[in-house]
């Protein structure tokens, strides 16, 4: 075994420890299949009003500009799917903000893992990432071979699902690279393009972000357009459809991750409940949660949204 494989095993051991579903490690080079895909999305006008996607393009496609003499990628998965599920008389919010909010917790334990590696391994220079840097996380993670993205360009684990966060770890050491997933095994699958209510998921998986509830109900600031009253299908905060209906979330199993614990009667609360939500009663909620990246103020926008549309 090499010095690289051993200290790759390390790290994934480590990971492991650390409560990562997985973790696959590449090497830090541009990413040249990927820039044509995404200039063209811009290009399209799919980011909507997230101009900051505008931003940096050339480090989002090459880790060596956002980490000075960066080898190694190392991408890692954690899961969040619930053991429990809001009161289906309720409007509704993404499992992945039921709890506390992801990028504090995932962060501590990238920290965690960049000690144990300059513990073990010896002093490493390095970045950690979680969803906040310009960084396409997914292609990484399908480069380090966890999962492949699927039509709603999600990545999907086989034999675990998408319910999953993904981070990444890029440092200035070798490591062994493992193999990319180049399989698609969604196949003819078309169920997460049927489902989707707004037609945000496209024919060539690529996806509208203009067009996604996610996109609406968190990342638009102003008013809801009317062109899509009636098309939520209750959803607050976020959006699950199309992961709810893909055949490979059958392989999701809860989390045991203390800290995505929701508040309990985040589980219980009805629609007039939400509707009648006072700013301390979100507050309480909400109290660590990614809920408050939309305010109080957002999220009684789309409320009244919801309740407007019946």
Known sequence: MTTQETYSNLIKQEAARLGFESCG?????????????????LKNGYHGK?????????KRLNPTL????????????YNYYPKEQQNKESYKLSKYAYGQDYHHIIKSKLKALIFFINS???EVHGRAFVDSAPILERAWAQKSGL?????????????????????????????AYDAPFVTDHCGKCIKCIDA???????????IDGSKCISYFTIELKEELP????????????????????????????????????????????????WEEITTSVFQTIFKKSAVKR????????????LKDEK
């Open 66 to 77: 956002l980490v000075e003499g960066s080898k190694s990628v190392i991408s890692l998965s």
């Open 147 to 175: 999962g492949w993205q699927g039509k709603h360009t999600l990545l999907i684990q086989k034999n675990k699902g998408s319910f999953m966060f993904l981070a990444e770890l890029i440092l200035d050491i070798e490591l």
């Open 120 to 122: 073990n391994i010896g």
């Open 196 to 206: 989707c209510p707004t037609e945000a998921i496209l024919s060539n998986n690529m």
């Open 50 to 58: 997230m101009k900051y996607m505008e931003n940096y393009f050339d």
């Open 25 to 41: 490690i590449s090497k830090a080079e541009y990413l040249e299949e990927e820039a044509p895909k995404f200039e063209k999305w």
């Open 294 to 305: 939309t305010k109080y103020s957002g999220l009684t926008r789309n409320i009244a949204f």
């Open 226 to 273: 009317a062109t899509m009253r009636g098309k939520f299908e209750d959803w607050m905060f976020g959006c699950d459809i199309c992961q709810d209906v893909c055949p490979w979330n059958r392989f999701a199993t809860s989390h045991n991750e203390v800290g995505f614990t929701p508040h309990p009667d985040l589980l219980t609360m009805t629609k007039k409940d």
